[in-house]
RNA sequence: GCCGAUGUGGCUCAACGGUAGAGCAGCUGAUUUGUAAUCAGCAGGUUGUCGGUUCGAUUCCGACCGUCGGCUCCA
């Protein structure tokens, strides 16, 4: 006799233990078709496994997080078996779902060819058809071992070698294929509806690059062929958002061969650029920061004293000067506390906020460079702030406030992530409890929600991380705030306390853009590269009709342009048409169409780029609201 | 750095073992135009770099450089 409990308390009962898939059979059709997979007793299990006599039953379908994860990751089998169908000397590594798919990770001595692909899915397609089923089967350490050994897949032997004494060791099979997985799966392979390989790329064996390179087939799947069909659109979006496409449109940067990962800023990238900064100055202004600017190039030995040349001397540029090395900065730390160290400080002095746009130079590996988002010389909106230990709280608060108001000029969502002290660390237990409470007391006294990384903080104390959400909900890190024990410390920074004694100040580290360049980037694609009106390097563009408007569009431009507004004329002998075409690619937020009509009545016939032709206004009115909106930021 | 792909005029792309072609952009001229491309003409490339094979290479081979997709998500 069993039990079953469902989610809304209701009990069945069963002659003998029954699966999920049962129990959803008896319930509803539907129910048991959408089904995934299944919760028993709280955690997960497959649809096709018999449940305890005693069980509380939940169903999931493709909706749930975690159901999906096993749908994709059944995914990956399915493509697995059908690449060792079809490579039959194919040793398999992991295939493990991912945030938008899955992938698998193969050993294959032939490089996989987009026909591959086409080949491998095809096949995939096959299987589903025949509708395997997938069985879990559980065995002991030796039985695995030697089974594993004898199909030849060191790698599964290498995964079970490394499992913890009291695993359970289960393995699945669909057909004649089987895997060492953990599982669960979903019922059969006919479950799985919609998928599609999207790309290989090569990966090391373990993340390691010192282990063989696999190759790596990435995929997604999902319930729907809409859902699919949704994804892929989105996919498509990014594309046509990429910042490398959209900063050569919009001829806003470059980067040349001669200068890998080290952007070439245009005349109109530049005008942004200068906006950001603009900004930023008026926002640090508020807040009492005072800007500083320091070398480029420095001796050899600040950087051994500052501890870059013991952890981050292989990201270092080098140079000479007179026969004495130096390096050019890759932080800009180590130039601010020099600047600390150039009068005796007070308590009285403290909090001292010191911000620098410091131009950085860092020997990021050749592949991973990337447009704007990936770079070896870039700027940080750093800070510097050095206090006494009972400002942290305040400090960070006010920091985090500051991020706040500016992210907010963008339209950009954030979460926040603190990381906490790392193994390898440097400092007392003490410092940096004192110091990850004092974070955490922050956040929680401003009621903000957050998520803990343990052991993710720097080796020099722990931190606060910004993730930006664009509009197509992609995250990227930005803002960070760190705590800092070490530097301190080793520049013997001291502040007269009011005991008259030397006391050692904290130091805070803070970027808010992060890297101007890369937040740039992160901006082209999250508007498109239609900025809002103030960040936009044309803001207004005048387009008469024919020759005998000219006159009057250069006075009108010469009025707006005497207003602080950058405007431009398109004086061409090009029709209309043409020349709206061409504003329009380059998402002019305004353009002013002028002809007999508009001359004689004193006025412009508005466009704008979003909703097209608006109907005369009048040039001053116009002027105001386009003011009005660079001055408030306004967003499209 | 590693794996794979890739590199043709400013941009997008074509072609080929016998010394490259189109569209857009540019320039000149005609047209004076009403809300997303007017017409005609001209000009522009030592086919990423360096070597090799060949009577001959941009095309085949190799090295280098750059670019693109990846290299955390642990059965």
Redesign the pocket.
């Known amino acids: 006799m069993a039990v079953v409990i469902l989610k809304d308390g209701s009990r069945r009962e069963y002659p003998q233990p029954v699966t999920p898939l049962q129990v959803a059979e008896d319930l509803s059709k539907r129910l048991a078709k959408e089904a995934v997979v299944a919760k028993v007793n709280g955690a997960l299990w497959d649809i096709n496994r018999v449940m305890p006599a005693e069980a509380e039953l939940e169903l999931l379908d493709f909706d749930n997080p975690q159901a999906r994860d096993v749908y994709r990751h059944s995914t990956s089998h399915l493509m697995a078996q059908a690449v060792q169908e079809l490579y039959p000397d194919v040793r398999l590594a992991?295939?493990?779902?991912?945030?938008d798919g899955f992938?698998y990770d193969f050993d294959l001595k032939e490089?996989l060819?987009p026909e591959d692909m086409q080949k491998i899915q095809g096949r995939m397609e096959e299987l589903v058809k025949e509708d395997l089923e997938i069985q879990r089967q559980v065995l002991s350490r030796e039985e695995?071992l030697d089974l594993f050994r004898k199909m030849g897949e060191d790698y599964?032997v290498e995964?079970?070698e490394d499992?913890p004494e009291d695993?359970?060791?289960?393995c699945y099979r669909q057909g004649d294929f089987l895997?060492?997985?953990?599982g669960p799966h979903v019922g059969s392979t006919g479950r799985i509806r919609v998928f599609k390989l999207l790309?290989?790329?090569?990966?090391?064996w373990?993340?390691?690059?010192n282990q063989p390179?696999l190759?790596?087939i990435?995929g997604t799947s999902f319930a729907k062929k809409s859902q699919l069909e949704e994804h892929l659109a989105l996919l498509e979006e990014a594309k046509k958002r990429?910042h490398?496409?959209l900063g050569?449109e919009l001829d806003l940067f470059s980067?040349s061969?001669d200068g890998?990962?080290m952007p070439i800023y245009h005349p109109n990238g530049v005008i942004v650029w200068n906006e950001l900064l603009k900004l930023w100055r008026e926002e640090h202004a508020r807040d009492r920061y005072m800007e500083i600017r320091t070398p480029q190039i420095l001796n050899k030995r600040l950087w051994e004293r500052s501890g870059h040349w013991d952890n981050y001397a292989e990201n270092m540029y080098l140079t000479e000067v007179d026969e004495t090395p130096f390096a050019l900065k890759p932080m800009n730390c180590p130039g601010a506390m020099l600047w600390y160290l150039t009068a005796h400080r007070s308590y009285r002095d403290l909090p001292l906020r010191t911000a620098e746009l410091g131009l950085v130079h860092r020997h990021e590996?050749?592949?991973?460079?990337?447009?704007l988002m990936r770079v070896r010389a870039f700027t940080q909106d750093d800070a510097h702030i050095f206090m006494l230990p009972s400002q942290i709280e305040a400090e960070v608060a006010g920091v985090i406030d500051l991020v706040d108001r500016i992210y907010k000029v963008f339209g950009l969502e954030y979460r926040l992530e603190l990381s906490t002290r790392p193994e390898k660390c440097m400092g007392t237990e003490e410092q940096w409890e004192t110091a990850t409470n004092a974070l955490m007391r922050v956040l929680e006294n401003k009621g903000i929600e957050y998520k803990i990384n343990p052991g993710d903080g720097a080796f020099y104390g722990p931190k606060i991380d910004f993730h930006i959400l664009d509009c197509l909900k992609r995250s990227w890190q930005c803002a960070t705030i760190q705590l800092d024990f070490q530097l301190p410390e080793r520049f013997e920074l001291t502040y007269t306390g009011e005991d008259g004694q030397e006391h050692r100040p904290v130091t805070v580290h803070r970027v808010i853009y992060g890297a101007v360049d890369r937040f740039f980037g992160i901006l082209i694609e999250h508007f498109a590269g239609a900025f809002p009106v103030w960040l936009a390097p044309v803001q207004v563009k005048i387009l008469p009709?024919?020759?005998?408007h000219h006159e009057y569009c250069k006075t009108v431009a010469a009025r707006l342009e005497e207003a602080g507004i950058r405007v431009t004329a398109d004086l061409?002998?090009?029709?209309?048409?043409?020349k709206?075409?061409q504003a329009?690619?380059e998402k002019v937020p305004y353009?002013l169409?002028?002809?007999?009509?508009?001359v004689e009545a004193g006025k412009a016939?508005l466009?704008t780029?979003s909703q097209?032709?608006v109907g005369q206004v009048d040039i001053a009115q116009f002027q105001e609201q386009v003011l009005r909106e660079i001055k408030t930021r306004q967003l499209n």
């Open positions: 992991i295939g493990p779902a991912i945030e992938y490089p060819t695995a599964k995964l079970i499992l695993a359970e060791i289960s895997d060492l997985c953990a790309s290989v790329a090569g990966s090391y373990r993340g390691d690059e390179m190759q790596r990435y990429d490398r496409k050569r980067v061969e890998p990962g590996r050749s592949g991973t460079l990337h447009g009709i024919a020759d005998r061409r002998n090009e029709k209309i048409g043409y709206i075409r329009q690619g353009m169409v002028v002809g007999d009509k508009e016939a466009r780029r097209g032709d």
